[in-house]
Each structure stands twice: as C-alpha cells, then as structure tokens.
C-alpha cells in the first residue's frame, strides 16, 4: 500500500506552515488506471461527491422521463441553499404533490450570505430546503415514486437505497464494503478511490453506446455541466472551475477532502481525497489535476485562487499563501508568496 502523497502546502515566509497529503486516480472509460498518486486503492467514503451516481437509478429506472436538465442538475448538486436552488427544489415537489415535510434530508442554514442574513434580520429559522442536499432528495423521493416505497426513502434497506447501492457497485466495479450515514441522513457507500474515479470515467464515456444506463450517465454528466450555478454556487469550486474548463467538464466536491472530474471529451475520470479532510487543500489538488489533464488553464482566476491562492494578513499585506507540493502535478503552478 502506497503512502498518501503531499499535494498541498500552506507557506508563511520561508516556512512550510501546513501539509496536506492525499490520494489521486485517473481511470479511462475501460477502468483502466492511466494515472495515480498515493494509493488509488485506499477505501474512502465519496460524500457528496458521487450524487451523480446517487441519482442514476432515478434517470436509469425511467422515472425522470420528462425531467428537465435544471432539475438534474439540482439532483447532483451540493447546492448553497440560495433563493434559486431553494426555489428550484421547492417547485419539483410541488409538480410531485409533495412539499418540504416529505424530505428527510434535515434543516440547514442556507450558506448563501444574503439570504442567510436575511432570515436571520426576519427571524425565519432555515428549513430542509435550504440543506445542499435538497435536491439529490427530492430526487430520491421522485425515484420512491416510482418505485412505490414508504416515506423513509434514507432506511438503507429501502428500494430507493438498494436501487443506489446496486447502481454504485455496479459503475464502480467493486462491492462496497459498507456504508456510512452522511450529513443528510442518507446512506453512503465506501470505495477506493480507484473504484471513484472509475465510475467518473464511465460517466464520462457515456453516451457513445447505447441501453438506459449509457444514456441517463449522459444526460446526468450534460445537466452539470449545463448548470454549474446550480450543482455549487456562486463563488463555490465546483461552479467556477466548471465555467473555467477549456472544454465541458463535470466537477463535484464532497466532504472531508474529496473531489471528482468527469471528462467526456477525453473519456476520463478522476478522483482524490485529502487523507486530513481539508477542502482548501482539495480544491487545489483538484485544480492542479485539471492543469495536469490539459483542461484548465493554470493562469486562470478561477485556477489561481485554488492553487496559489495568498494568505494576507488582517491589514491587507501578503504573508504566504498556498502551493501545490513538489511530485503532484503542477504544471509550474507554484508561486512565490514574497
């Protein structure tokens, strides 16, 4: 078993201040492994990060027939809980016959600063709707539908989730060798990153063949990259190196350090999981592999912000700053924080 590799560093002057090592897989449409830092065959928990493959069995199943691709988006989305995505997943269950008591994915505060401070202004308490994971449940209770299921749709052994759990195994091309229960109460199911970026390489082919998975891992992967407002937010990673590409490419994050790319154009997948959890260092790895995959440009904003982003301190004045570790692609995206 390889050891997690450095990907990130935080400087202070000359001094290494902070580290953050992980591991990274590249797989093509064959599930072949074409690259791989650290150990692509550590077992990790995806997080919010495989919503897509959450949401398959919905598409897969037919019961999205009709869907349109904003609510698609929305079903893979880790959204901010602003007014356009709460907006957005409360108009779905409406067309459903269903409201915000039939979710099951908990109350959180909407991380969209204004609406935030507004409702604290107006003394309104967030509701399930404002959760980021409003809208993979809203889809869940579309799929339950169909399925003819009770309202516990997050019971791991619902059909919703046996649904989910047979669609994971299968596109990742390994038995999951158990679950935890996330954030929004649903279940989620373990795999080596080998196993994630696998299933990111297999969306990402999709489309060439034929039958219901190829063409809802298709349409999933075109409704993120239709709506990268609504799969993120605004200011969020996902969404600006989604709009940042050089070509259409699916970013997802997920909690505790993890991100994926689906590539269609070049039939890849990627996936990495920073060992310690920490998201600023994940979106810098993940912007430097898409530098490394010749997707991104390395001068962009959106690319600079993660890969060489400064520290300041509180009057302004630069005093570090982040760096992509020396042995993970980098493309020369290391800067000098002098």
């Known amino acids: 078993m390889s050891k997690a590799l450095p990907m990130a ?12 090592a992980g591991h990274a897989a590249v797989c093509d449409g064959s599930g072949r492994l074409v690259g791989a830092w650290g150990d692509p065959e550590a077992v990790i928990f995806p997080r919010s990060s495989c919503k897509m493959l959450q949401a398959l069995p919905l598409v897969e199943s037919g019961a999205a027939e009709g869907l349109d691709s904003r609510r698609l988006a929305l079903a893979c989305a880790s959204h901010e809980g602003a007014p356009v995505h709460v907006a957005g997943v409360a108009e779905w269950l409406a067309d459903l016959g269903l409201g915000e008591g039939d979710l099951r994915c908990g109350p959180q505060p909407s991380r969209d600063r204004d609406l935030y401070l507004r409702m604290i202004r107006e003394g309104e308490a967030p509701c399930q709707l ?66 994630l970026a696998c299933a990111m390489a297999r969306f990402a082919a999709a489309g060439r063949g034929s039958g219901a998975r190829d063409r809802a891992q298709a349409r999933l992967t075109q409704a993120m990259v239709a709506h990268p407002d609504l799969v993120a937010g605004d200011g969020r990673a996902c969404t600006e190196l989604m709009q940042a590409t050089t070509e ?91």
Not at 280 to 286: F, H, L, N, T
């Open 9 to 20: 560093e935080l400087w202070r002057g000359d001094l290494l201040e902070s580290a953050h």
């Open 130 to 195: 404002h959760n980021n994971c409003s809208g993979k449940h809203a889809g869940f209770l579309m799929l339950n539908r169909h399925l003819g299921g009770n309202g516990e749709y997050v019971d791991p052994d619902h059909p919703v989730q046996r649904a989910v759990r047979a669609a994971f195994e299968e596109v990742t091309g390994e038995d999951s060798p158990g679950f935890g229960i996330d954030g929004c109460s649903a279940p989620n199911f373990a795999t080596t990153l080998r196993g």
């Open 248 to 338: 259409p490419v699916a970013i997802k994050t997920g909690a505790e350090g993890v991100f994926v790319a689906i590539l269609p154009e070049r039939g890849l997948g990627a996936a990495l999981k920073i060992v310690d959890g920490a998201t600023r260092a994940s979106e810098a790895a993940m912007a430097a592999l898409l530098v490394h995959l010749g997707v991104l440009d390395p001068a962009h904003p959106a690319a600079q912000r993660r890969m060489a982003a400064p520290e300041r301190s509180r009057a302004g004045r630069i005093v570090g700053g982040m760096r992509i570790a020396p042995g993970f692609p980098q493309a020369g995206t290391n800067s000098s924080f002098a």
